[in-house]
């Protein structure tokens, strides 16, 4: 078990602010975490934060307090058949390299979610999904500790109650369980998911439409995504900043008639609207505010232009969120979670 104090927390976040926190802690088992967990409820007092590899987060100050990471390792098959393979992976392993071992081991599902940032316990807790995917499709159960007692517990794919870059760890039992492995059920034989129809278009420019193998689909995301989004280690981001809202039938109706271009998605509650579309309406595409700003190529990225604070890329978050407010009526929830103590 790895444990500084005075840790800094710049390779800790994929914004590139240099933060630090009071202590720093990396368990790689079960056993560990509990042993953390009981030292911490001996001090009440002193705050923590679990996070996965930073991908998610906006710090705004140093972390008065202690910062848990998982290094939980290992990709162990506990079930197959001759369709579907169980596949249970420690909450530490980095998301993107499981899905490349998924790939080489023949097991298909989550290659449209090749290259996002982030680890395997994050993946179930913020439900991440791209190009028609999201990863509850393929969850099946969550193993977890509880923080109140060390007590582990086994999440359902109905315990999580899932939505969009939603799950009841983010809600209804936020911070009260600690994801330490994640259980996928995945595909021995491959079909192609082309429910997101850009995807389709990229697949059909290379002539691969109907001899598209995995590798192919994974490679073509890849390609996809380093054209147009800025690599963290070069310019610092957290990817998707904002989550695409999701509005009424009327209320789409009514904007439709105004901008007849508007690009829309079917959503379980209403009409999904891409959220880069309208920041790059109301004008921030390419723009920026101080030492933040938003990513020329993709207007739902927000970057770090060089030494920017978490205060600085926060004040660009709420003029882009008050810019699309003012001319959609649409206010734009962050994708990011803010953090402060």
Same mark, same amino acid.
């Given at each position: 078990?790895?444990?500084?104090?005075?840790?800094?927390?710049?390779?800790?976040?994929?914004?590139?602010?240099?933060?630090?926190?009071?202590?720093?802690?990396?368990?790689?088992?079960?056993?560990?975490?509990?042993?953390?967990?009981?030292?911490?409820?001996?001090?009440?007092?002193?705050?923590?934060?679990?996070?996965?590899?930073?991908?998610?987060?906006?710090?705004?100050?140093?972390?008065?307090?202690?910062?848990?990471?998982?290094?939980?390792?290992?990709?162990?098959?506990?079930?197959?058949?001759?369709?579907?393979?169980?596949?249970?992976?420690?909450?530490?392993?980095?998301?993107? &390299?499981?899905?490349?071992?998924?790939?080489?081991?023949?097991?298909?599902?989550?290659?449209?979610?090749?290259?996002?940032?982030?680890?395997?316990?994050?993946?179930?807790?913020?439900?991440?999904?791209?190009?028609?995917?999201?990863?509850?499709?393929?969850?099946?159960?969550?193993?977890?500790?509880?923080?109140?007692?060390?007590?582990?517990?086994?999440?359902?794919?109905?315990?999580?109650?899932?939505?969009?870059?939603?799950?009841?760890?983010?809600?209804?039992?936020?911070?009260?369980?600690?994801?330490?492995?994640?259980?996928?059920?995945?595909?021995?034989?491959?079909?192609?998911?082309?429910?997101?129809?850009?995807?389709?278009?990229?697949?059909?420019?290379?002539?691969?439409?109907?001899?598209?193998?995995?590798? &192919?689909?994974?490679?073509?995301?890849?390609?996809?995504?380093?054209?147009?989004?800025?690599?963290?280690?070069?310019?610092?981001?957290?990817?998707?900043?904002?989550?695409?809202?999701?509005?009424?039938?009327?209320?789409?109706? &009514?904007?439709?008639?105004?901008?007849?271009?508007?690009?829309?998605?079917?959503?379980?509650?209403?009409?999904?609207?891409?959220?880069?579309?309208?920041?790059?309406?109301?004008?921030?595409?390419?723009?920026?505010?101080?030492?933040?700003?938003?990513?020329?190529?993709?207007?739902?990225?927000?970057?770090?232009?060089?030494?920017?604070?978490?205060?600085?890329?926060?004040?660009?978050?709420?003029?882009?969120?008050?810019?699309?407010?003012?001319?959609?009526?649409?206010?734009?929830?962050?994708?990011?979670?803010?953090?402060?103590?």
């Amino acid at each position: 078990m790895k444990k500084e104090r005075n840790y800094a927390l710049l390779s800790h976040n994929t914004f590139g602010i240099p933060v630090r926190c009071n202590t720093f802690v990396e368990y790689e088992t079960i056993e560990e975490l509990r042993m953390v967990l009981e030292e911490l409820r001996a001090t009440p007092n002193e705050p923590f934060l679990h996070i996965g590899a930073g991908s998610n987060l906006l710090f705004l100050s140093d972390y008065k307090g202690t910062i848990l990471h998982s290094a939980i390792k290992g990709v162990e098959i506990v079930e197959e058949d001759e369709d579907t393979v169980s596949v249970c992976v420690g909450a530490g392993v980095v998301w993107d &390299d499981f899905v490349a071992e998924a790939v080489m081991r023949g097991w298909y599902g989550i290659e449209n979610l090749s290259l996002i940032p982030g680890e395997v316990g994050a993946s179930a807790v913020q439900n991440i999904g791209a190009y028609g995917v999201e990863v509850e499709e393929v969850i099946e159960t969550v193993a977890t500790i509880a923080v109140a007692d060390g007590t582990e517990r086994l999440f359902s794919h109905a315990d999580c109650d899932y939505g969009y870059r939603q799950s009841v760890f983010k809600n209804a039992l936020k911070g009260q369980y600690i994801v330490t492995s994640v259980t996928y059920r995945l595909n021995k034989k491959f079909c192609p998911n082309y429910r997101y129809v850009a995807l389709q278009r990229e697949v059909e420019q290379r002539n691969l439409l109907s001899t598209a193998t995995a590798e &192919d689909i994974r490679r073509i995301v890849i390609e996809v995504r380093n054209a147009k989004l800025p690599d963290p280690k070069e310019q610092g981001n957290a990817g998707s900043f904002f989550m695409n809202p999701v509005i009424k039938h009327e209320k789409f109706v &009514d904007l439709h008639g105004r901008y007849p271009d508007m690009p829309s998605f079917p959503a379980q509650n209403g009409v999904k609207v891409p959220a880069a579309w309208l920041i790059e309406q109301a004008g921030w595409k390419g723009k920026s505010l101080a030492r933040a700003g938003v990513h020329s190529k993709q207007a739902l990225v927000l970057v770090n232009l060089g030494g920017a604070t978490g205060a600085e890329i926060q004040a660009l978050c709420q003029a882009v969120q008050q810019a699309v407010q003012e001319k959609f009526g649409i206010l734009l929830k962050p994708e990011v979670n803010f953090i402060s103590t």
